[in-house]
Structures are given as C-alpha cells and as structure tokens.
C-alpha cells in the first residue's frame, strides 16, 4: 500500500467523512490508498504497528481537538522508528495556527482547510516529484460539483454499524465568533440532485441512521425540503424499517412549509440540534451572534408542544460577558421550553476562532491544552468554573440520560439552575467523583438529596417510576413509548427513555 489516510475518531460508532471525501477524490492513486481508522484511547505502540503493517509511503492524518495530543504521540513514534514515511496531515486543529504546534513540527507536510483537491496532489508530488518546496499548503477550495461524494466509500460494515455523516453543503454564514465556521462567511450547497442520488444508494444498501452535518440544515428551505421528503417518502414506504435523521437548525428560522413537513414524521425518526448558546442579547452582540431570541423561543416550544422531533439545544457556559446569573436565566428559560435535551457545553478557544479578541477585556482564561476550555472570566472565577463543569457533567448523567425521567421535575421545580446546582455541589461533595457513579449509586444519592429537600414522598414515587427499570416500561405514556419504540428501529436508547417520560 502507497498512501494510508488515518485519523483517531472519538467512537468507533463515528465513521470519519473527511477521511472518505480525500478516497474519493484520490484520481488514479486511489487504487493505492486505504483508509485505517482507530478510536482514541488506543495503545501508541498498537496504533503505529497496524499502520506500518501496510509498509506505506505517505500516511495523511486528520488531526482535531479531540485528537490531536494522541495523534501528535503516533506520529512521534513513526518519526523515531519508520522515518522513511512521509506524514502530511490535515484538519481543522492544525488549520490554524500552525506554527505554535508540536505535531505540525514534527510531521513532513500540513494541508490547511479543504484538502479535497490539495492532498491528492501533494501526494503525487511527493511520490512523482518535483519534491514539495513548501511545508505549509493552503488547500484549494474547488466549486462543490468539482469534488467527488464520498458515500460510495462508506463499508456495509459502516452501515450495519456506524453514523453516517451527510452534507448537503458546507459552510455557515453566520459569524458566532466561538465557531469556526464563522470563518466561512457563506454556505455553499452539493448539488441537490446529485445529493439525494446518493442518499438513495445508501439506503438501499441498508442505511438508515444519516446525520447532516451541514452547519444550518434550514438556510435554504426549498432545499430543506426535499431533503425531508425524501426522508418521508421512505418512512411511507418501508414504515416497519424506518429511517432516522439528524439536523443542525437556526431556531429562529422555521416558515410554515418546513413545520408542516416536521409535523409528518412520526416518533423516533427525525432529531435536531439547536444551538441557542445564550440567551443575553449583550452577550450575542459580543460574539457576533445574530438570533432573534423571541422567534426562537416561539420555534422551540412549538417543535417541543406540537412535533414528534427529538430536540436537542445547545448553551455555552463562560462566553464573554455572560455572568452565572445571567447564563442561570437562560437556562431557566430554555428548561421551561421543554426540550428532551439541554447540551451545557463550557467555552474553548477552538484554534483560527476570533473570540480571542475579547481575551483582556473580559478576562478569558483558557486552558493551553486540547480542548482548550475557558478556565476563568472576569466574571466567572476558576471555582465557579469548575462548578458549571460538574454541573454540566451530572446534568448528563441525570437529565439528559432520560434515566430520571420522573425524577427531574422533582429537582429542578421552580428554580432549575439553582436547584440543579445544589444537587451538583452536594453530589459532588458526597462522591468527589463526576466519572464512573453507577446508577444504583446515583439513584441512591439522588433519592437521598431529594429526602434532605423534603421530598421523600415524592421521592421515592418518582425513583421507583425510573429507576425500578419503569422508564420505557408502561406508564401513563405508556403507548407513546411503544409506539415511539417500534417506530424506530434506530433511536438510541436515551430518546427512547424520553419518549417514554
Ligand atoms: S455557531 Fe452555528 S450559526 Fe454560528 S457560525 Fe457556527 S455554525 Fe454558524
């Protein structure tokens, strides 16, 4: 084998589109190039023998947050016993500031942003010659008709097993100054066409679970949907082996035609991914973001009151200007929305954002490792910091598992941040853990805290409904669950328990 491309995915369920888009666009040295993929947390020594096993010549690595510090060990240890093998590598966490990086230093070559086009040819320049001049090669960024599909390179293992990544276009056009796709300035769509052909290929071959990365699913609502009939029509016609698919949407943008489509799909086949990140129209203001809060909160409680979709909605923690108080009350006021999911993320400095503009005037304090966490604000101390952490971690575990279904209203009540925060502290007084509680334990101290509240009654009421395996078993929900369970082969085991609250 000539050409390997790698990279460490976070799961094994997370199949890398970037690394299937640079196959398929390989041209005649496609025939010579394979795909190795490993999943973090694998041995150094493992990783560099299973790639050295192919003998190849160049390997290209896609490097990102999640794993870059692992994929800058192998590519040490390929230095020190195989230097022979050329290493290029490429990704969003060395498109940007390179220089400052270790891996960068020791691989051979780095291709910046796209590489579909780039890294091919800079493979046949290092194998045909003349020998690249230049470390550092900006990747061209070609018309999207111009750049093959990768779908074709997704195994019947991949589909039996894994997520598939789908995009109907690249890039945003907003510029949340957090993001990295606010560098983007547009979106660029695939052709629909083209696109939908090869959903189609991948559905008869037994896909059902797709996962569109694009940035902003309803940009374009002509294209939206099509793209949800096309999930439709299958669900009309193979009912008993639906499909499942998962969107990014604005909030703040949902016009009739997109509701009335939303409205078809049944239970357990349709998801979104809504970032509101704040809800401070100041704090927005400061990062760039341009939502109408108002709209967005109509939009979220609309899908949460009148559709069957799985929502999940994104808030930042730490952004500049955004004290506890303030980030409390957009918490407060996203819970009282009802979305099945609350992803509580703590701010990093993803490397080429422009949040680092707001670095001296408000403070930010960022951990210098992957994934580069805000530590501090002038208006968040380190503790406090540590405290929205932990209290992001146990919101998972309680909130978003669905394994307290009946439980949570019980925390939360009339305060939900404050409430949530008090069980944070204590359970983390109580277990000095935020890892590896097993769930009886973490049904016991929830139980137990609940008690200290007052609320043994309810309590034990409430435990005995989830913990007791009643979650997804009859209850008064009971035939929604069901329903929503057989109508959905693929959901994951979470929404079921949501479904079923
Ligand atoms: S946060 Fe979302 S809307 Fe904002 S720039 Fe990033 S992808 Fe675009």
């Known amino acids: 084998m000539t050409i390997l491309l790698s990279t460490l995915n976070a799961r094994y369920t997370h199949?890398?589109?970037?690394?299937?888009?640079?196959?398929?666009?390989?041209?005649?040295?496609?025939?010579?190039t394979r795909l190795q993929e490993f999943v973090i947390g694998a041995k150094t020594s493992d990783v560099v023998e299973r790639l050295l096993a192919h003998q190849p010549k160049i390997i290209g690595f896609g490097v990102y947050i999640w794993n870059v510090e692992e994929t800058s060990r192998v590519v040490a240890m390929l230095k020190r016993v195989a230097p022979q093998v050329v290493i290029v590598l490429g990704g969003p966490e060395v498109s940007y500031e390179p220089q400052e990086q270790r891996i960068v230093q020791l691989a051979d070559y780095l291709v910046t942003g796209w590489g579909d086009v780039t890294f091919p040819a800079l493979c046949r320049q290092i194998l045909h010659g003349p020998k690249p001049l230049m470390k550092i090669h900006a990747g061209a960024q070609p018309p999207l008709e111009e750049i093959r599909l990768p779908y074709s390179q997704y195994s019947d293992e991949d589909i039996a097993h894994r997520t598939l990544y789908v995009e109907a276009s690249r890039g945003c056009p907003f510029k949340c100054e957090f993001c990295l796709s606010s560098l983007d300035k547009t979106a660029w769509p695939f052709d629909l066409d083209a696109f939908l052909a090869e959903l189609e290929a991948l559905h008869a071959r037994g896909a059902r679970l797709f996962k569109f990365v694009d940035r902003t699913f309803n940009l374009n609502i002509k294209s939206s949907?099509?793209?949800?009939?096309?999930?439709?029509?299958?669900?009309?016609?193979?009912?008993?082996?639906?499909?499942?698919?998962?969107?990014?949407?604005?909030?703040?943008?949902l016009p009739d035609a997109l509701k009335e489509a939303i409205l078809k799909f049944p239970a357990g086949t349709l998801q979104f991914e809504i970032g509101i990140q704040s809800f401070n129209p100041n704090v927005q203001t400061l990062v760039s973001r341009r939502q109408n809060n108002e709209k967005a909160a109509e939009n979220i409680r609309w899908l949460c009151s009148h559709t069957q979709a799985h929502l999940h909605v994104d808030l930042i923690a730490g952004l500049p200007g955004e004290d506890i108080a303030s980030f409390a009350a957009g918490f407060d006021k996203l819970v009282a929305l009802g979305p099945h999911e609350i992803q509580f993320g703590i701010l990093k400095r993803l490397r080429g954002t422009p949040i680092i503009r707001h670095t001296d005037a408000y403070g930010l304090v960022f951990d210098p490792y992957p994934p580069y966490?805000?530590?501090?604000?002038?208006?968040?101390?380190?503790?406090?910091?540590?405290?929205?952490?932990?209290?992001?971690?146990?919101?998972?575990?309680?909130?978003?598992?669905?394994?307290?279904?009946?439980?949570?209203?019980?925390?939360?009540?009339?305060?939900?941040?404050?409430?949530?925060?008090?069980?944070?502290?204590?359970?983390?007084?109580?277990?000095?853990?935020?890892?590896?509680?097993?769930?009886?334990?973490?049904?016991?101290?929830?139980?137990?805290?609940?008690?200290?509240?007052?609320?043994?009654k309810e309590a034990e009421a409430a435990l005995a409904n989830d913990y007791a395996g009643q979650a997804g078993k009859p209850g008064k929900n009971a035939g929604k669950a069901e329903k929503a369970v057989k109508a959905d082969a693929a959901a994951l085991p979470r929404q079921q328990r949501h479904a079923a609250a």
Do not use: C
């Open 225 to 253: 949907l099509r793209i949800m009939q096309f999930f439709l029509d299958k669900l009309a016609a193979h009912p008993d082996d639906p499909v499942y698919a998962h969107f990014e949407v604005v909030p703040d943008h």
């Open 15 to 32: 199949a890398s589109l970037g690394l299937r888009y640079l196959l398929s666009n390989m041209g005649d040295l496609q025939p010579v």
């Open 373 to 456: 966490s805000i530590l501090a604000t002038d208006r968040i101390d380190f503790a406090s910091m540590q405290r929205l952490v932990r209290f992001a971690r146990y919101w998972d575990l309680v909130a978003n598992s669905g394994r307290f279904a009946h439980t949570l209203p019980l925390i939360l009540r009339d305060a939900p941040f404050a409430h949530f925060m008090a069980l944070s502290d204590w359970l983390y007084a109580q277990t000095d853990a935020t890892h590896r509680i097993a769930l009886d334990k973490l049904a016991a101290l929830v139980g137990k805290w609940l008690r200290l509240q007052g609320l043994e």
